[in-house]
């Protein structure tokens, strides 16, 4: 969690110098696992996601 914290204030400390800015209402912190472009993001690594797939 530490970890993610470091890697959190990175992101939003080069948002701010580049004048970008993150809507909080749409973010999500602390997520043990993310869906992004038909991939699952976790800790362990990358795989694709189970529901885009067709058998």
Known sequence: QKEHEE???VVL???R???LYA???KC???LE???FLGHVIT???????PSKVSA
Not at 43 to 48: D, L, R, S, T, Y
């Open 7 to 9: 890697h959190l204030s």
């Open 13 to 15: 400390e080069t948002l």
């Open 17 to 19: 110098r580049e004048k």
């Open 23 to 25: 809507k909080f209402s």
């Open 28 to 30: 999500e912190f602390w």
């Open 33 to 35: 696992r993310v869906s």
């Open 43 to 49: 800790q362990a690594g990358i795989e694709v996601d």
